[in-house]
T-cell receptor, first 114, second 113 residues
Framework: GQQVMQIPQYQHVQEGEDFTTYCNSSTTLSNIQWYKQRPGGHPVFLIQLVKSGEVKKQKRLTFQFGEAKKNSSLHITATQTTDVGTYFCAGSNAGGTSYGKLTFGQGTILTVHP | DTGVSQDPRHKITKRGQNVTFRCDPISEHNRLYWYRQTLGQGPEFLTYFQNEAQLEKSRLLSDRFSAERPKGSFSTLEIQRTEQGDSAMYLC???????????FGEGSRLTVL
């Protein structure tokens, strides 16, 4: 079945440094989503990417979807302590953009040292 | 707060007992999902409803697991004859038609002794 791999598993940064997490799927995806889970919390939706080569920005966060729609990345510029948490990518190979059966990566745990 | 709510938040049970979790989705969302998350892993898809119809079940969902959404509103997830391997966080999520964005609840943490 579909597998979604995410690296690195852990990332420790000093506040102000940049952070990137990478996601690779074993199959072509119809869309990819990113979620953030704070310690002790539940996953919270960040963004959905649908188009090949798509790039979206949310303030200090930049999301990319690969040309082959098999990989994605999340880059955070100038991390802040509020960025702490686990970042998950989640892919879908169902048709369209409206199906919520997602295969999640194992997540990247981000620690930010002040 | 009109987010997704789950009950109970924590459940400790002995192996072999049955447990039931309830999920109340966001009221205008007609899609409801159950996921399971173990420590250090991402959520794993279990099952999915559109209104009252259960449209897909994961192979992870053994015969001991059953989910219902009888009136297309709240949903229940029952685990019969629990095993220690069932210990996990059970997450419910909902979404409206036309959107793939999942709104997760706080989860129900199950510990099987």
């Amino acid at each position: 079945g579909q597998q979604v791999m995410q690296i690195p598993q852990y990332q420790h940064v000093q506040e102000g440094e940049d952070f990137t997490t990478y996601c690779n799927s074993s199959t072509t995806l119809s869309n990819i989503q990113w979620y953030k889970q704070r310690p002790g919390g539940h996953p919270v939706f960040l963004i959905q990417l649908v188009k090949s080569g798509e790039v979206k920005k949310q303030k200090r966060l930049t999301f990319q979807f690969g040309e082959a729609k098999k990989n994605s990345s999340l880059h955070i510029t100038a991390t802040q302590t509020t960025d702490v948490g686990t970042y998950f990518c989640a892919g879908s190979n169902a048709g369209g953009t409206s199906y919520g059966k997602l295969t999640f990566g194992q997540g990247t745990i981000l620690t930010v040292h002040p | 707060d009109t987010g997704v709510s789950q009950d109970p938040r924590h459940k400790i049970t002995k192996r072999g007992q049955n447990v039931t979790f309830r999920c109340d989705p966001i009221s205008e969302h007609n899609r409801l999902y159950w996921y399971r998350q173990t420590l250090g892993q991402g959520p794993e898809f279990l099952t999915y409803f559109q209104n009252e119809a259960q449209l897909e079940k994961s192979r992870l969902l053994s015969d001991r697991f059953s989910a219902e959404r009888p009136k297309g509103s709240f949903s229940t997830l029952e685990i019969q004859r629990t095993e220690q391997g069932d210990s996990a966080m059970y997450l419910c999520a909902s979404s409206p038609i036309g959107s793939g964005e999942l709104f997760f609840g706080e989860g129900s943490r199950l510990t099987v002794l």
